[in-house]
């Protein structure tokens, strides 16, 4: 078994490439030898190749034949992937977009994929296993809401790689379902040069339809390859969220949180926990994500400092001085978040962000409804 282990990804790895090439030699076969004569003239050198391979051994000859395929095949895979992602952009769109599009078509193929995917298979364990990591570290649960899971959508090949040791079986099952997308997504390229090659050598209407069938045969390749990777995503998603493996970010950010010093309430309070959650991805060097939360502190800054904006049914009038001065504390506690753990460039970024929050609401008018 660990033999057997060791041996099937690098057989996966070669039978994609090898195939892709051996369909494009084909392709050009099939457009070749009709025309050989005509080759044949342009290219005197053809009739010495094909004379000198008379004389080679046929095992030697199939040798390099497969050897040429698979260097065709690793040339040629990327641009395969390429225009199948191409294709599978608008189903992968849908697939991740988190409300209905405007649009007739837009809308009817959000709603055809939704049917078809329920995203909360692979959503659902990567959020729970990401409030488990701030749980187990002592946090509260409301601050993995500060986290977005789908960032470690992104990292789940890297991350699926602690499953060879964890628990190899189910890497063999993860590998096969990613050998088994890319060989899908590449093939079907070739395998359309194929069928119009050999449209070509047929009547019009008899073409036609062969071509057709294979176009038909393509796109449920195309299919094949996006469901195959929903499969992918859901098992290293379940194996997230049953601690076989770990997000090598998520680990870090809770191992910094744990070191940042905090203010009493910053539980409490949602711009304080934005602010710490900031300070920790500075840390650790996102300053793209550390800037994204600042602003959502900033944007949480008057919902904590007056809670009757959070009730449909009131109205609050920010100008009055009880409000600003709940206002500035609750701002001066998030920037006290920044000065104690020695991230006091973030404040700029904070303060401008909250000032267009506060001219944001302003603009609506002197009272401002939840």
């Known amino acids: 078994m660990n033999l057997l282990s060791a041996v099937m990804p690098g057989i996966r790895e070669a039978r994609t490439p090898l195939s892709i090439g051996a369909m494009w030699m084909t392709c050009v076969f099939l457009v070749a030898v009709p025309n050989w004569s005509d080759l044949a003239g342009l290219f005197p050198g053809l009739k010495w190749v094909a004379e000198a391979l008379r004389a080679v051994p046929v095992v030697y000859v199939f040798g390099g034949l497969a050897f040429a395929a698979y260097l065709v095949g690793l040339a040629t895979q990327p641009l395969s992937t390429y225009f199948g992602k191409l294709l599978l952009r608008p189903l992968v769109r849908a697939e991740t977009r988190a409300d209905v599009p405007d649009g007739r078509a837009a809308r009817a193929l959000f709603m055809w994929v939704r049917k078809r995917v329920d995203v909360s298979r692979y959503l659902a364990p990567i959020s729970d296993a990401v409030t488990s990591a701030y749980v187990k570290a002592g946090l509260p649960a409301t601050m993995s809401l500060h986290y977005e899971s789908a960032k470690i959508l992104g990292r789940l090949d890297a991350t699926a790689l602690q499953l060879w040791k964890s628990n190899p079986d189910q890497y063999q099952e993860y590998d096969?379902?990613?050998?088994?997308?890319?060989?899908?997504?590449?093939?079907?390229?070739?395998?359309?040069?194929?069928?119009?090659?050999?449209?070509?050598?047929?009547?019009?209407?008899?073409?036609?339809?062969?071509?057709?069938?294979?176009?038909?045969?393509?796109?449920?390749?195309?299919?094949?390859?996006?469901?195959?990777?929903?499969?992918?995503?859901?098992?290293?998603?379940?194996?997230?969220?049953?601690?076989?493996?770990?997000?090598?970010?998520?680990?870090?950010?809770?191992?910094?949180?744990?070191?940042?010093?905090?203010?009493?309430?910053?539980?409490?309070?949602?711009?304080?926990?934005?602010?710490?959650?900031?300070?920790?991805?500075?840390?650790?060097?996102?300053?793209?994500?550390?800037?994204?939360?600042?602003?959502?502190?900033?944007?949480?800054?008057?919902?904590?400092?007056?809670?009757?904006?959070?009730?449909?049914?009131?109205?609050?009038?920010?100008?009055?001085?009880?409000?600003?001065?709940?206002?500035?504390?609750?701002?001066?506690?998030?920037?006290?978040?920044?000065?104690?753990?020695?991230?006091?460039?973030?404040?700029?970024?904070?303060?401008?962000?909250?000032?267009?929050?506060?001219?944001?609401?302003?603009?609506?008018?002197?009272?401002?409804?939840?």
């Open 176 to 370: 096969r379902l990613r050998a088994e997308r890319n060989f899908r997504r590449g093939v079907w390229l070739p395998l359309l040069g194929i069928g119009l090659a050999i449209a070509l050598q047929l009547t019009f209407w008899v073409g036609l339809l062969e071509f057709g069938l294979v176009l038909a045969g393509c796109i449920v390749l195309l299919y094949q390859s996006w469901a195959l990777d929903q499969r992918r995503t859901v098992l290293i998603a379940n194996a997230l969220f049953q601690g076989l493996v770990e997000d090598s970010e998520l680990k870090t950010l809770v191992q910094t949180l744990a070191t940042l010093t905090l203010p009493p309430n910053w539980r409490e309070q949602e711009s304080v926990r934005c602010a710490v959650t900031a300070v920790a991805f500075a840390k650790m060097g996102d300053f793209e994500e550390s800037d994204n939360l600042t602003w959502e502190a900033a944007d949480a800054v008057v919902g904590d400092a007056v809670p009757d904006l959070h009730f449909s049914d009131r109205t609050v009038d920010l100008n009055s001085k009880k409000s600003r001065r709940a206002i500035a504390e609750v701002a001066d506690t998030v920037r006290d978040v920044y000065i104690s753990n020695q991230e006091a460039d973030e404040i700029p970024v904070f303060d401008a962000r909250l000032k267009k929050a506060l001219d944001r609401i302003s603009t609506a008018g002197r009272e401002a409804p939840a």
